[in-house]
Structures are given as structure tokens and as C-alpha cells.
């Protein structure tokens, strides 16, 4: 059965109300997280809200075509008029006014300016003793806006935002790994109450035996009643400690069905992979893989560029800047609509704007100051945080290889513990050893058996914490990567 399939079967378990029994592996149980739960949709909206704003802005440097128009429009007052003589009256104006037109926007990335070209067709109606009404045609009109000795925001916000991408590609997957991180500590709380539960079970069943062998040797004399009340002490302190991992158990449960978006309700059990190969990882190669696959890097680009981009800008306000506006286009106006399409005259314009800082008081300089000093501190800043990432994904390998041999002796610990209990429990019903020391016996049992799970838990963590480290498998040697569905 394929993991869709079986996933497939898990929603079908915990859309019911009954009771069922679920088995998880730890791969499943991750599998499931990383596709169903809250902080998967979280995680998903979160790379689509950035993934679409990226869209957005790519699409912005492609031809806006439009169309706009207004009809009817109606003024009805009293205006100004100059007569021919260069006298001045005020006369009652009425009329309406229409116009439509077709317009296309490009910006040009290259040089930060912007192109536009339009046609376009108006109408106005004048009210009065002789209704009379005229047409005005712009079949073709071209518009040039251009800066000049200024920043090009278009390549600089390009950058950016082609940075904010990636990182917005990273830190999905990174999202992904976080999250196989935490199923693995919730999936493993639920291991480790499970075997609790398991384990204060046989507690209780060894030392019920112990209280009634206990009661029958004191009946006899051949114990104190001190070692019969230390064997009843120890029989309801085992009882105590089921009920409380029985308890532990079903909130550890609950919450990792809660997280998986499964129903709480349900019976769980999970299977840890507790054989495990010994896989080294390179410090030199996590840190390699670390650097080309980490959202932290991109950021700290991010960081420089837009210090960079600040400072140029002020020293560009602090200085001279000019923009050239130019237009062509044919025009001309009629009674008809026909005439107006007809006989076209050229409409032109150019116009040179300047400007020039002459006395800013200081504000200039302390601008350009202050956008250095932020470059300064984004330096600064990024050189610090490279340190701590380096040193984060250092030690975080050097745990992992070491956590793999632990593993090894703290299962070992754990059989070698047992089988001492085990023994001990046997040479005290044939009456070699004293009670204290078979109650050493199984406290140490009990440490074992808790040593060795933490540790496997440990180990399993950190496995998916390099991995989240490197966004690297090193299982199968290559880069890790979460397609979105």
C-alpha cells in the first residue's frame, strides 16, 4: 500500500466517531503533518500569499494594457470667457462630455523609465441658444518619461524582490523540516508514555508478587516486618507512578492526533524505528550544503542590498537629477466623427525638469550619514549571524554523529539492565539477595529503559534538525525539496 493510499485510510479512521485502533510509523506520522495539519496550511498560505505578490510584481514590467472612459459628464455653470478683443465677460455654460480610450503602459526596466502609448476619442456637447457639439481624436499618442542621474528603482526592486522569492522558495521548505521536527517530538512523547505505561505495568506485577511472597516469608519469621512494609511501600508506589503514566500517555497521544488533524478520540499506537545505520555527516559538507540551501543566507544578502540600495539613494537625493518627458502624437477635432479622422495635426511635447540641492541645512549629509551607518550595521549584523550559523550548523552535526553511537550503548545499557533485573528478581525468590538490592535492581531498570528512549528521541531530533540545518539528505545524498500540491 502507497503512502497516499494509506493516508487515504487514516482520514477515513478520524472522520469516524468510533473507536478505532491507528498504527503510525514515524515516516507516516511525518508524511501525514507535513501534508494535513494546521501548521502545514499555515505554512502553504504563507509561500502562496509571497508566491503571488511575486507574480504580481513580474507581471508589472509586462505591457498594462486598459481601457477607461467617462459618459456622460455634465457641467452647468458660470465661466470665465475671453472674447476676441482680449476682454473678459462671464457667461453661463452648459455641456456634457464623453471620452473613451485605449491605453498601454511598459516600464523600462533597463534605464527606470516608462513608455505609454494610447488612442483616444472625446465628445462634448454644449447647451445653448444652438446646440452645437464637437469631436476630439487622438488616434495615436506616444509618452516618454525618463529619469535621469537617479536611481533605476525598477533594477534595484528587481533584485529584491527576485532575492525575496528565493528566500520565499526556502523558507517553505525549511517550514516543511520544522514541522517534520516537531511531529518527531510529539511522536516520540507518545513512544516514550507508551512504554511507560508498559513498563509501571510490569512494576506492578513484579512487586504484587514480591508483597505476596513478602507477606508469606514474614508470616514465617524469615523477614523483618520492615523489609514487609518496604515491599508494600514499593507495590503502591508503582501503582501511583501506572496511573500517572496511563495518564501521560493519553494527553501525549491526544495531542499528536491533534496536530496531525486526526480525531483525538482515537486508540494510538506508534512504531519508532529503533534499528538505525550509522550515517557520519560531514561538518565541511553540512556547511557547504548549509550556505547554498539556507533562507538565512539569502537574508543576509537581502539585508546588504537594501543597505546599499538606501545609501545610493540618499547620495542621489543629495544631488543633481534631471527627467526628460517627451510625447508625439496626431490629433484633430470636428463636428462629425468621420472629419475628426481626417486631416490629423501633429501634438508634440518636450519638457526638461531639473533640480538642483543648494542650501538643505545639513539634512542632505546626514541622510547620506545615516544610510551608511545602517549599511555599516547591516554588515555588522550579518557578519555576527554568519558566525552563529556556522556554529549552530558545526555543533548540530557533531551532536548528531555523537548521538548515533550513544544510541548504540544506551540500548545496550537498556538489555544489560533488564537481564540484571531479571537475574536479581530471580535470586531473591530463591532468598540469595535482600529486597534492597533487588529493588536497586529495578530502579536502575527503570533509568535504563528511560535513558534509552530519550536518547533515541534525541537522535531521531537531531537526525531532522541537520537536515533542517542543510535542507541536505544525507541518506540519499542530495537536496532536499518540498513541492507544493
Not at 487515504?8 to 508524511?31: R, V
Not at 541645512?361 to 555588522?380: D, I, N
Not at 548521538?403 to 528478581?425: G, H, M, N, P, W
Amino acid at each position: 500500500m502507497n503512502l497516499k493510499k494509506v493516508f487515504l485510510l487514516l482520514l477515513f479512521l478520524a472522520s469516524s466517531y468510533d473507536l478505532y485502533s491507528l498504527t503510525l510509523t514515524l515516516d507516516e506520522c511525518i508524511k501525514i503533518a507535513q501534508s494535513n495539519s494546521p501548521q502545514s496550511k499555515i505554512a502553504k498560505s504563507k509561500y502562496l500569499n509571497s508566491y503571488y505578490s511575486y507574480q504580481a510584481f513580474k507581471s508589472g514590467f509586462l505591457p498594462q494594457i486598459s481601457f477607461s472612459g467617462s459618459a456622460p459628464g455634465l457641467v452647468r455653470q458660470i465661466n470665465q470667457i475671453t472674447l476676441p478683443d482680449g476682454s473678459l465677460i462671464y457667461q453661463p455654460q452648459s455641456y456634457l462630455s464623453s471620452t473613451a480610450g485605449l491605453y498601454i503602459n511598459q516600464k523600462i526596466p533597463w534605464t527606470g523609465g516608462n513608455i505609454s502609448a494610447s488612442s483616444s476619442l472625446s465628445r462634448i456637447d454644449i447647451s445653448g441658444t444652438n446646440d452645437t457639439y464637437y469631436w476630439l481624436s487622438t488616434p495615436i499618442q506616444l509618452v516618454l518619461s525618463q529619469p535621469l542621474f537617479r536611481q533605476n528603482s525598477f533594477a534595484w526592486n528587481m533584485e529584491i524582490e527576485k532575492l525575496n522569492n528565493n528566500m520565499n522558495d526556502k523558507q517553505f521548505i525549511e517550514s516543511m523540516e520544522d514541522i517534520a521536527i516537531e511531529a518527531t517530538d510529539k511522536f516520540f512523547n507518545v513512544y516514550i508514555q507508551q512504554i511507560n505505561v508498559k513498563n509501571a505495568q510490569l512494576n506492578v506485577d513484579n512487586n504484587d508478587t514480591l508483597y505476596v511472597l513478602s507477606k508469606g516469608r514474614y508470616e514465617v519469621g524469615k523477614i523483618a516486618e520492615n523489609d514487609l512494609l518496604q515491599s508494600e511501600l514499593a507495590l503502591m508506589n508503582s501503582q501511583n507512578q501506572l496511573e500517572n503514566a496511563q495518564l501521560n500517555y493519553s494527553k501525549a497521544k491526544e495531542e499528536l492526533l491533534i496536530y496531525l488533524n486526526l480525531n483525538p478520540k482515537e486508540e494510538l499506537t506508534v512504531i519508532p524505528q529503533t534499528e538505525i545505520s550509522f550515517l557520519s555527516v560531514d561538518n565541511d559538507k553540512a556547511m557547504e550544503e548549509a550556505k547554498k540551501n539556507r533562507s538565512d543566507i539569502s537574508n543576509y544578502k537581502l539585508n546588504e542590498l537594501t543597505a546599499q540600495r538606501n545609501l545610493e539613494l540618499a547620495r542621489d537625493n543629495n544631488n543633481f537629477s534631471a527627467n526628460i518627458s517627451a510625447s508625439f502624437g496626431l490629433n484633430q477635432t470636428a463636428g462629425k466623427m468621420d472629419q475628426a479622422y481626417k486631416s490629423f495635426l501633429d501634438k508634440e511635447q518636450l519638457s526638461v525638469s531639473f533640480e538642483i540641492p543648494l542650501f538643505q541645512f545639513g539634512r542632505g549629509s546626514s541622510e547620506v550619514e545615516a544610510a551608511l551607518a545602517a549599511k555599516e550595521l547591516a554588515l555588522s549584523s550579518n557578519d555576527l549571524n554568519l558566525q552563529y550559523f556556522e556554529m549552530n550548523v558545526k555543533y548540530q552535526t557533531l551532536q548528531f554523529n555523537l548521538l548515533q553511537e550513544q544510541v548504540k550503548i544506551s540500548a545496550k545499557t537498556d538489555t544489560i539492565a533488564s537481564r540484571r533485573f531479571e537475574v536479581a528478581k530471580n535470586r531473591y525468590l530463591i532468598g540469595k539477595i535482600d529486597l534492597n538490592s533487588l529493588f536497586i535492581a529495578q530502579n536502575e531498570k527503570d533509568a535504563a529503559l528511560s535513558t534509552y528512549m530519550n536518547t533515541l528521541r534525541n537522535y531521531w531530533i537531531a537526525y531532522y534538525n541537520i537536515r533542517r540545518s542543510t535542507l541536505y539528505d544525507f541518506v540519499r545524498n542530495q537536496t532536499i525539496e518540498h513541492h507544493f500540491k
